[in-house]
């Protein structure tokens, strides 16, 4: 009688949907197998999306360590920092301050900052947020005649009377938007080698590189936006967003837009895809815009109240566990799944929160690594860059890009 022999392990792989092949491919050189931290010994193994192997704290201790050894001057931390890497203090009960958030992105040890974004962060830049009591675009759509002001954000309002949603899709496409002092920030934590992810909730495709994308091919039978996965961007087109010569440069494959953007467009019965800008004549015009195919109703790429978050939205997964520091600027936490990212890092990471009011678990379940910054965003970021020595280069970086933007305005 044969008997039965146990099957070698390397039989079993886990399964992996093949649309996400790209996606590997992308965090791959960001997560991948084999990268070498500053220590010189690989730092993490992110082999697959179900098989992620973190230590964010060991990681920075290596990297502290590394820079000690490695004959840079030594840095003296305070207690409460000090015990995010078991180098001193309690690590249950010690209180974090901005002092230490500061003091901890100067040693580099947080080289894998994640960054949760919403409307605060662009409304001085013009763009009205959506809860604001008066000014927030809820408190505005009245005039559009709508049972109750989320309508214009669903899917069965939008097909039965789409004018509402284009009207204000026009007042958003007519303004004339700039990147602000945030931004740029983001922008120059980029440039350091420091943002892992920038996850935001707006829609204005001001965090954005401004870069004309080369179209895609058809290749394999992809649909439109599994093709622009693979360029790491939503708008695989020839055309730049509406705002994408006013965009900061944050390139697209640091960039989440967690409830999409206008920089492609999609029918809402054939679900042929188009290029932001094909609308833009139409919407300008108060016309609404109709597929030249089938003549349905072409929607541009943001998403709706009940609509599927775009594919990139999964890259947190891989992100949050990773993460050795999250920062969350300007946003409410109150539109899910964006809003329970605030507790995907593990414990042991610091969060720093700055923002115009207390929100998410910041207020109901606080954790001893939070740092909270409450009062104006733009002051708040603006002090943060301060206490980081930074002042002078962002500075230097928005004089830059400001003049560049007035080169192609003119």
Request: proline content about 8%; some cysteine.
């Amino acid at each position: 009688m044969a008997r039965w022999a146990r099957p070698a392990l390397s039989a079993f792989r886990p399964w992996r949907p093949a649309g996400w092949r790209s996606l590997f491919t992308e965090v791959g050189d960001v997560l991948g197998e084999g990268r070498q931290g500053p220590s010189g010994r690989t730092d993490m193994v992110a082999t697959s999306l179900w098989g992620v192997r973190t230590a964010p704290c060991a990681v920075g201790l290596a990297v502290l360590n590394s820079s000690i050894t490695g004959g840079r001057r030594p840095i003296s931390f305070s207690a409460s920092a000090s015990s995010i890497f078991g180098s001193g203090g309690n690590s249950k009960k010690e209180k974090l301050f901005l002092q230490d958030i500061v003091e901890l992105i100067q040693a580099r040890a947080c080289q894998r900052v994640v960054v949760m974004v919403g409307a605060g962060i662009s409304t001085p830049s013009g763009i009205p947020d959506f809860r604001s009591p008066g000014s927030g675009l809820y408190s505005n759509l009245q005039q559009y005649g709508l049972p109750y002001p989320e309508a214009i954000f669903e899917l069965a309002f939008f097909s039965h009377n789409p004018k509402p949603f284009f009207t204000l899709a026009k007042e958003l496409y007519l303004r004339s938007c700039r990147p602000n002092v945030i931004h740029y920030f983001l922008r120059l934590l980029h440039d350091k080698g420091l943002l892992q992810r920038l996850y935001t909730q707006n829609i204005d495709g001001l965090e954005r590189a401004p870069v004309i994308l080369k179209p895609i091919p058809d290749i394999m039978n992809l649909t439109y936006k599994q093709s622009a996965l693979f360029n790491h961007d939503l708008a695989a087109s020839g055309s730049p967003h509406p705002c994408a010569y006013s965009a900061s440069g944050i390139p697209a494959s640091k960039l989440v837009e967690a409830h999409g953007s206008f920089a492609s467009a999609t029918c809402t019965v054939c679900q042929r895809p188009s290029p932001g800008k094909d609308i833009w004549a139409d919407v300008t015009e108060d016309r609404i815009p109709r597929c030249p195919v089938c003549t349905g109703i072409v929607k541009p790429d943001v998403v709706f109240f009940g609509e599927a978050l775009p594919q990139r939205f999964l890259l947190h997964v891989l992100d949050f566990p990773m993460a050795d520091l999250l920062l969350i600027l300007g946003t409410s936490l109150e539109v899910e799944p964006f809003a329970s990212l605030s507790e995907a890092v593990q414990s042991s990471v610091p969060r720093l929160l700055i923002n115009r009011d207390l929100v998410g678990p910041f207020a109901w379940r606080p954790r001893s690594r939070d740092v909270v910054q409450l009062g104006d965003v733009v002051h708040g970021v603006e002090r943060l860059a301060e206490l980081l020595g930074w002042t002078q280069e962002l500075q230097d970086l928005i004089q830059q890009e400001t003049e560049k933007l007035d080169g192609r305005d003119k």
